[in-house]
């Protein structure tokens, strides 16, 4: 229990209670009996009888808990060869691990060791009615008083509010790990605080090696440098290291924060898209525990209201690449957590059934919604095409005239010109959507004898479904003549 409220202590948190104390140490007791059975599952599959430090790891690995890092086994398991039986009955080879041999003459030969010193007690006055004794066994006043004055100086929001968080780098840095405006939001909290006359409790210190902070600075430089090669090397850099798990917090807080800030520099976003795409792809970074912090940053990329400084710019390859990113979590992570694709997939419905939201959010949305699976697609957005096709058509309709496939600027309406190109891109998508959901459909009814009708007889129920620009488009295309039995099934799911 004591170890416990050391341990509370040194983290900021004095004056642990005795039962909640008590309780952590039955749980974290637990938990450590847990970890070692299941690690001597895996050594038990091993074949060996010694516990080694890859066990432990591997344990770690299944209970979703981060591995251990800086251990490994320093001496290997060591197998020898030999062969039994004999040339009548026929011999086979057999390996077994080597034990260390021991010479007795050497053993005979060492000097004894010291012999330890017998267990003693001793009694002393701490305090005698309330004074205590000048005693050897003691502290002096004057140490008491030392010690008393470095307590309080620990405690002094003004003498910590100036020191960095991570030893060794500068807090008005703009590219160390702590440039994302701690130092200066804890400074003016400890002095609210201050005034209010309460004692605020130091950070944590995260210390960082002088080569972390270097690697630090020189990756973010590269990665949002304008020059090709450059940004290339810092995220191949940043995919294949293996050493980068002290600097996972501060990248994905970097990300968090330049996506937050810069919604309206498309370059800025496309490379914080290419570093989370680069971590994730580390397979030596444990990503979990943050993904709770990547998450949000991914969707700005995908359903944003406006990304970039011109809705003429390429926001739709960003939003491309961070819907890959989308579908590569929730394969990834899916299995972990249950939630994670219903709680995303809720989210990107809810962008497309608003009618309040550009339709840039609805382009994010159906590309998302549409890279979910055919299952996701058939079940959310095809029974709301029919109306969504409306809005489409009238964005469409130029003088009157269908023009869904017209990228051309009408000259004193640059505002409807780039929604009718908005436009254009949600209609892009959903056929996206409706063709892999035809040929999926097709294959499923292959092996089903029914009769299919012709294209001109698809054409009316095929409108009413999904409504008449979208029919029109699907009907015109050759594959789609060649996926009729497919086109049945949208219809009858709708």
């Known amino acids: 229990m004591d ?7 040194s983290v900021g948190i004095p004056n642990l209670k005795d039962d ?11 938990r450590i009996h847990e970890i070692v059975q299941e690690a001597m599952k895996f050594m038990r599959h091993g074949k060996r009888t010694k516990l080694t430090v890859d066990d432990i790891n591997n344990a770690l690995r299944v209970r979703n808990v981060e591995p251990l890092y800086g251990f490994s086994s320093a001496d290997p398991t060591r197998f020898r060869r030999t062969t039994v039986g004999s040339s009548a009955t026929g011999t086979s080879e057999i390996f077994f691990v080597e034990d260390e041999e021991l ?3 050497t053993i005979l030969s060492a000097p004894l060791p010291k012999v330890p010193l017998d267990v003693t007690y001793t009694a002393h006055w701490l305090a005698i009615e309330g004074v205590q004794p000048a005693i050897p066994q003691n502290p002096t006043p004057i140490d ?13 929001p003004s003498a910590t509010a100036t020191q960095p968080v991570i030893p060794g780098i500068k807090p008005g840095s703009n590219s160390a790990p702590n440039n994302t405006a701690n130092t200066a939001n804890n400074q003016q909290a400890n002095n609210a605080n201050n005034s209010n006359g309460a004692e605020i409790k130091p950070l944590v210190k995260h210390v960082l090696s002088k080569e972390l902070q ?13 020059d090709e090669v450059l940004r290339a090397t810092g995220i191949s850099s940043l995919q294949n290291d293996p050493g980068l798990h002290q600097l996972l917090p501060y990248f994905v807080q970097l990300v968090a924060e330049k996506v937050t800030q810069n919604t309206r520099n498309l370059p800025v976003l496309e490379s914080m898209m290419a570093m989370v795409r680069a971590i994730l792809d580390n ?15 991914i969707l700005t990329c995908v359903v944003g209201k406006r990304l970039g ?14 819907t890959d990113i989308l579908l590569l979590i929730c394969n990834k992570y899916g299995a972990s957590y249950h939630t994670l694709q219903p709680r995303v997939t809720r989210t990107l419905l809810r962008a497309f059934l608003d009618p309040e939201k550009p339709l840039t959010t609805h382009y994010g949305a159906i590309l998302g919604l549409t890279r979910m699976g055919n299952e996701v697609f058939k079940t959310l957005v095809v029974p709301n095409l029919k109306t969504y096709s409306s809005i489409l058509e009238l964005e469409l309709l130029v003088d009157g005239e269908d023009r869904e496939g017209s990228y051309m600027e009408i000259e004193g309406d640059v505002a409807s010109t780039i929604r009718k190109n908005e ?13 892999s959901l035809i040929r999926s459909e097709t294959e499923k009814q292959k092996y089903v004898a029914k009769d299919v009708p012709t294209a001109e007889g698809l054409q009316e129920p095929l409108t009413v479904a999904v409504g008449p620009l979208l029919a029109r488009s699907l009907l015109r295309e050759e594959a789609t003549q060649q996926n009729l039995a497919g086109v049945v099934a949208v219809i009858e799911t709708c």
Not at 214 to 226: D, K, T
Not at 309 to 322: F, Y
């Open 3 to 9: 170890e416990q409220q050391d341990i509370a202590e």
């Open 20 to 30: 909640v104390a008590t309780s952590l140490a039955q749980d974290v007791e637990y």
């Open 103 to 105: 010479d007795f003459e």
């Open 144 to 156: 008491a008083k030392a010690d008393l004055f470095s307590k309080r100086i620990k405690l002094d």
């Open 214 to 226: 270097m690697y630090y600075e020189r990756i973010v430089s590269a990665v949002l440098s304008q």
């Open 283 to 297: 397979d030596n970074l444990f990503v979990e525990p943050y993904l709770h912090q990547l998450m949000p940053t």
């Open 309 to 322: 400084e011109s809705p003429q710019e390429d926001h739709w390859a960003l939003r491309s690449t961070a």
């Open 423 to 435: 436009a254009t891109h949600c209609l892009e998508a959903l056929l996206i959507g409706l063709r």
